[in-house]
């Protein structure tokens, strides 16, 4: 079972200090492991303070969750909140490992947090507190952030931490998931773009990191996955005043600009980093539109300096 790699560092995540702020609630770390009863192992009647994750990655047995009885089979998860009397029992002849998470949820208000955040974090932990006692398969794969988890921490894998916390997370939502009826999920929206707005930026944005080569309309209306009209559209709508040609050339001019005060390249290089075909062709376009020649322009900042 790929699980079984777990158990060679039982306690390595739990030696871990686990804290997570999430929305208005702070996630806290108790136990981050995979346990194996052996065949018949009997866990009395038991419970915690905190929230325990439990899931079966292998083996059978069984559960008894407050006076109900049910089987317990691999790929099967259940959820025992605080203060949840539960008991567990490998079947008599075949072992069953668990795999678990036990964590303390509190209240932890705090400022300047993101609202969806705020709104996803309450729901998902509002349906923990109210989910069925009863086993269900783990139909979003939760078990294989465990195993993510480990092997992150284990390899010491850049920014381990943040992804076992990440880890945390989705555990939490995949189990709250796993109980949600086909025809209903999270209630809470996710933001939508303006998609008028971001598509303009977007634009811009790919425009000065590309202003030394061909940009044009199309080239970045390809890049935004629409058409040029529909790209033309979006400039005018935001804009009226700019064109895309003329924004384009304010950015070149930026630049020719900056470096002309700040470096001491050749008006050629410039021209040509910046995306103008020659010092020529600059020198008409800056003449136009800041009335002086771009020498004229570097000698007044230099003399300023």
């Known amino acids: 079972m790929i699980y079984q790699i777990m158990s060679q560092k039982a306690d390595m995540l739990e030696r871990l200090d686990i804290s997570i702020p999430w929305g208005h609630y702070e996630i806290v770390v108790f136990r981050f492991h995979l346990t194996s009863f052996p065949p018949g192992r ?28 049910f089987a317990l089979t691999e790929g099967m998860l259940y959820l025992t909140g605080p203060g949840v009397m539960h008991y567990q029992e ?3 002849e075949v072992a069953m490992d668990e ?3 036990h964590v303390d949820i509190k209240e ?24 069925p006692l009863f086993p269900i398969p783990d139909r979003h794969h939760a078990m294989n952030c465990f195993l993510e988890a480990y092997e992150a921490c284990d390899g010491k894998l850049t920014g381990y931490y943040t992804t076992i916390k990440h880890q945390v997370i989705s555990i939490l939502l995949k ?12 209630a809470t929206e996710a ?27 199309d080239t970045v209306a390809e890049k ?23 924004i384009l050339e304010d950015i070149r001019l930026q630049g020719v600009c900056r470096k002309l005060s700040e470096s001491t390249l050749s008006i050629e290089q410039i021209a040509q980093s910046e995306g103008f075909t020659n010092a020529t062709y600059l020198h008409i376009v800056f003449r136009k539109r800041l009335g002086m020649t771009p020498a004229t322009y570097r000698n007044r900042k230099h003399t300023q300096k």
């Open 191 to 217: 933001p939508v773009r303006d998609m008028l707005n971001y598509r303009y930026h977007y634009a811009i944005q790919y425009m000065k990191a590309n202003v030394s080569g061909t940009v044009t309309l």
């Open 108 to 131: 932890n208000p705090r400022a300047g947090v993101d609202p969806w955040e705020v709104a996803e974090a309450e729901e998902c932990i509002e349906k923990l507190r109210q989910l």
């Open 99 to 101: 795999l678990c998470l």
């Open 224 to 246: 935004l996955n629409i058409s040029s009209r529909q790209l033309q559209r979006i400039f005018k709508k935001v804009n009226p005043e700019q064109t895309f040609s003329r």
């Open 90 to 92: 490998a079947d008599p």
């Open 175 to 186: 189990t709250a998931r796993a109980y949600d009826s086909d025809s209903s999920g999270m």
């Open 42 to 69: 009997i866990v009395e009647f038991h419970n915690h303070s905190e929230f325990e994750f439990h899931f079966i990655p292998g083996g059978k047995g069984k559960v008894i969750l407050g006076e109900q009885e």
